[in-house]
Every structure is written in C-alpha cells, then in structure tokens.
Nanobody, 126 residues
Framework: QVQLVESGGGLVQAGGSLRLSCAAS????????MGWFRQAPGKEREFVAA????????YYADSVEGRFTVSRDNAKNTAYLQMNSLRPEDTAVYSC???????????????????WGQGTQVTVSS
C-alpha cells in the first residue's frame, strides 16, 4: 500500500551536516505522521524525530534536540531530516516511518508506525 525510500546518507566528519530524504509512494494520503528512527550496531532502534501532517507538531529525541530538524513537503510526498553538528554517536542506519494517524507524543513510539523504509547509513567520523 505504501512504500518509503530513504536517501541522503553517507560519510561525514564530526560537526558536519547531512540531509536525509524519505520519499513516499502509494496511499500517501494515509501518512499523517512521518517519523525518523535510527539503529546502531548492538543497540535497539531508537526514536529520532517525528512530524505531523501540517508540520505544526514536531517531536525530537533529547539527544538530537537543537541539532536536527524534521520537515515534510506533502506536495512532494517527502519527509526530511536535516542533521547538523553531527557527532560520532549519531552513526547509525536511519529509517523513516509513517503512521496512518496522529498519536501526539506517542509518535516517539515505534509501535505506532505502520510503514517503514529500509534505511540509509549515516556514518560520522571523529
């Protein structure tokens, strides 16, 4: 029904910036909430950021607050994650996710998402 494809990952130096994109196709009108998660080797998948349909409600993990910015362009069916001041601990596979409804602060919970992309690798060198 819905496909999500991430792009924009790569290798950057600490302090650098990177912008990830998540292109959605299919029944995109069902994607009320778009989220970003990441998973590093040996760690569980963790919440990074999320945004509601209107863009008026955003949520961030404490570890990225002030450094990352989530946005979306509904006309392009695309969500973005602008990552600034990157740190080595940000190294992970970043995945986008979509939920069919808005869960407020529950958007931090990976369990509320219905669709997932395959992820894109982000590596931050020291």
């Amino acid at each position: 029904q819905v496909q999500l494809v991430e792009s924009g990952g790569g290798l950057v130096q600490a302090g650098g910036s990177l912008r990830l994109s998540c292109a959605a196709s299919g029944r995109t009108f069902t994607l009320y909430t778009m989220g970003w998660f990441r998973q590093a080797p040996g760690k569980e998948r963790e919440f990074v950021a999320a945004i509601a349909w209107s863009g008026g409600s955003t949520y961030y993990a404490d570890s990225v607050e002030g450094r990352f910015t989530v946005s979306r362009d509904n006309a392009k069916n695309t969500a973005y994650l602008q990552m600034n001041s990157l740190r080595p601990e940000d190294t992970a596979v970043y995945s986008c996710a979509a939920a069919r409804f808005y869960s407020g602060s529950g958007s931090r919970d990976k369990g509320v998402y219905n669709y997932w992309g395959q992820g894109t690798q982000v590596t931050v060198s020291s």
